[in-house]
């Protein structure tokens, strides 16, 4: 069973526009859900996380925002830019034990 | 860079081949990890070493076979190999296993014939 559910697969987004992407869990006991940006022929990288004792968190353009009681959480990035265009990854974890990871979401920011 | 480098870049192997991927951090952690990375499926966590101790392997068959011989790197050893292991792997490292922010390297595509 996958303990983390992504969507969109994909997302085009224009420059300047809102780039919104959902992850959903089961698991309850999950207490920190980053975010990860992966860029073509690159590893992913750490963009923000979240603990669920918040609503909302943000980081520049970038804002999480946590609905603890639907078990939801979401990347919102605003004035999208066409650098943004990248592999976004969500993924929880409990008590700093295995991450588990959304499917990612492709995402492209045309000019 | 994230401090963490993979090599090869690329791999290509017959089923029958032996070939060995290698990691190397540089940010003084204590864990490293190795990842699956396949098309459309959520990355998969396959081995965890703590300072050189393996400490998790999550099913993974034994054509892989992870060392560690030190905390800086990480070899994934690979031996005759099915079509359905082509995937991007992936190493990572941690402060320790219960830090919560990893550091990827670029990965090694490979590819399995």
């Known amino acids: 069973q996958q303990q983390v559910k992504q969507s969109p697969q994909s997302l085009i987004v224009q420059k300047g526009g809102i780039s919104i992407i959902n992850c959903a869990y089961e698991?309850?006991?999950?207490?920190?859900f980053p975010w990860y940006q992966q860029f073509p022929g690159k590893g992913p990288a750490l963009l923000i996380a979240i603990r669920p004792d918040v609503s909302e968190k943000k980081e520049g353009r970038f804002t999480i925002s946590f609905n603890k009681s639907a078990k939801q959480f979401s990347l919102h990035i605003m004035d999208s830019q066409p650098g943004d265009s990248a592999t976004y990854f969500c993924a929880a974890s409990m008590a700093g034990n295995q991450f588990y990871f959304g499917t990612g979401t492709s995402l492209t920011v045309i000019p | 860079e994230t401090g963490v480098t993979q090599t090869p870049r690329h791999l290509v192997m017959g089923m029958t081949n032996k070939k060995s991927l290698k990691c190397e951090q540089h940010?003084?952690?204590?864990?490293m990890y190795w990842y699956k990375q396949s098309a459309k499926k959520p990355l998969e966590l396959m081995f965890v070493y703590n300072f050189k101790e393996q400490t998790e392997n999550n099913s993974v068959p034994s054509r892989f076979s992870p060392e560690c011989p030190n905390s800086s790197h990480l070899f994934l050893h690979l031996h005759t190999l099915q079509p359905e292991d082509s995937a991007l792997y992936l190493c990572a490292s941690s402060q320790d296993p219960r830090n919560e922010k990893l550091f990827f390297g670029s990965g090694t595509q490979l590819s399995v014939l």
């Open positions: 698991n309850t006991a999950f207490d920190y």
């Open positions: 940010l003084g952690h204590n864990a």
